[in-house]
């Protein structure tokens, strides 16, 4: 079976059926996750930088007013700001206290923190202000890791789909295939056997294996006037 040539072209078409749709699957889900992360973090670095300002153009007590203001101000929850001393003593914001995976230096982390009594997915940008101040601006990402990994397994029983459609298809084809090289291969059988009046039959469908079998039957008929 596997030095069949029909074999092998069904492999090959649920090969290649297979591998485009996961790639394009596998691309639509980069595009996704890219798209919901670029959101997340311009809203985190514009915060940042606007709290920077405040503090820039009026001390600690701009930048917690600032914090202050989008604490009681935000309708949305998800928000994190914590602005602290350089004694990391709380100054303004959401959070009661400084967490130890900020430790690791300034730009981006993503951690877990407990919030409302719950281990919560958090994208946190770090940023040290003037004096040793430290300001900490992030959202909770953890219903969107969670949707993230829904859709990411429902792509995987969609891959687990194309493979089986891919498999089928690939068959369906190795017995199209077979179907007609069986004609060709019964006739030739026949004429074998000394019956010369035997002919391919033509489906009349004009392709490929209707040219060879006209071709055939051709020669089949040179052969019988021959003799």
Do not use: C
């Not at 003037?130 to 601006?137: E, K, M, S, T």
């Amino acid at each position: 079976v596997l030095k069949s040539l029909s074999f092998r072209l069904a492999i090959g078409y649920a090969l290649l059926f297979g591998i485009s749709s996961m790639l394009l699957l596998g691309s639509i889900w980069w595009r996704n996750v890219g798209y919901l992360d670029r959101e997340i973090n311009a809203v985190i670095l514009a915060d940042t930088r606007a709290i920077a300002d405040q503090f820039d153009a009026f001390g600690v007590a701009g930048a917690a007013e600032a914090v202050n203001e989008r604490v009681a101000k935000a309708p949305d929850i998800k928000a994190i700001y914590l602005l602290t001393d350089p004694f990391l003593n709380r100054v303004a914001g959401n959070l009661t206290a400084w967490p130890l995976q900020a430790d690791q230096g300034v730009g981006w982390h993503e951690m877990t923190l407990v919030r409302d009594g719950k281990l919560r997915a958090t994208r946190i940008l770090r940023a040290t202000l003037p004096g040793g101040f430290r300001l900490l601006v992030g959202r909770d990402i953890q219903e969107r890791e969670e949707r993230e990994q829904r859709v990411f397994n429902g792509l995987i029983w969609d891959g687990i789909l194309v493979l089986v459609l891919g498999a089928f298809g690939g068959y369906t084809l190795r017995r199209i295939l077979l179907t007609r090289i069986d004609s060709i291969t019964a006739t030739t059988a026949a004429i074998v056997r000394g019956d010369l009046s035997r002919r391919v039959p033509v489906r009349g469908t004009n392709d490929e294996f209707d040219h060879l079998t006209g071709t055939i039957n051709q020669m089949l008929d040179q052969i019988q006037t021959l003799i």
